[in-house]
């Protein structure tokens, strides 16, 4: 069956860089795109981006420009977000999710990243 | 950016009521609406694409419908392992945009 393993919680200072792995598997990694959503506490969900897995394309997010990169590493079957000169209002649970196109249909479990001095 | 509006923000009925959820996009998207599950301290689950389309494994019980910019979640016949929030988003437009939620509660 489709798992989408997201790495372990993070504590990081203001200005530092995070990055959040999500291991696939189950399917054929080359064909389902991944996205990237955070959501703060007691907040809605917010997409921050995602990776076309049919052509390797990426888009992100206007809010998250120039600080966020998604990268792939097919051999690993592993996609990868990193977010960059982090801020307290940063703190969020980090989910992947996998689908076809801009359909989601699988989610990881999440992943805690708290930024705080 | 599309907004999205959910009503309500919260409901409580009892096991085995019908539960109906509106989500309002403020500019057309056609059927490219999706519904999501969330329990507390839990990831969201999938359970709608495409406006009416269940995800494989989803209960019968789950239905959703709509097009162009009003949609509706329903819940044929509430379980108490339906409590949750739900989320309805858009992936019609860049960026993709979540509605603001609506809590699911017994009565």
């Known amino acids: 069956q489709v798992q989408l393993v997201q790495s372990g919680a993070e504590v990081k200072k203001p200005g530092a860089s995070v990055k959040v792995a999500c291991k696939t598997s189950g399917y054929k990694f080359t064909s389902y795109s991944i996205h990237w959503v955070r959501q703060a506490p007691g907040q809605r969900p917010e997409w921050m981006g995602w990776?076309?897995?049919?052509?390797?394309?990426?888009k992100y997010a206007q809010n998250f420009q120039g600080r966020v990169a998604i990268t792939r590493d097919t051999s690993a079957s592993t996609v990868y977000m990193e977010l960059s000169r982090l801020r307290s209002e940063d703190t969020a649970v980090y989910y992947c999710a996998s689908g076809v196109g801009l359909r989601v249909a699988y989610w990881g479990q999440g992943t805690l990243v708290a930024v705080s001095s | 950016d599309i907004q999205m509006t959910q009503v309500p923000s919260s409901v409580s009925a009892s096991v085995g009521d019908r539960v109906t959820i509106t989500c309002r996009a403020s500019?057309?998207?056609?059927?490219?609406l999706a519904w999501f599950q969330q329990k507390p301290g839990e990831a969201p689950k999938s359970l709608i694409y495409?406006?009416?389309s269940l995800i494989t494994g989803v209960p019968s019980r789950f239905s959703g419908s709509g097009s162009g910019t009003d949609f509706t979640l329903t819940i044929s016949s509430l379980q108490p392992e339906d409590v949750a929030t739900y989320y309805c988003q858009q992936y019609k437009n860049y960026p993709l945009t979540f509605g603001g939620g609506t809590k699911v509660e017994i009565k």
């Open positions: 990776f076309n897995g049919g052509d390797g394309d990426r």
């Open positions: 495409s406006a009416s």
């Open positions: 500019q057309g998207i056609s059927d490219s």
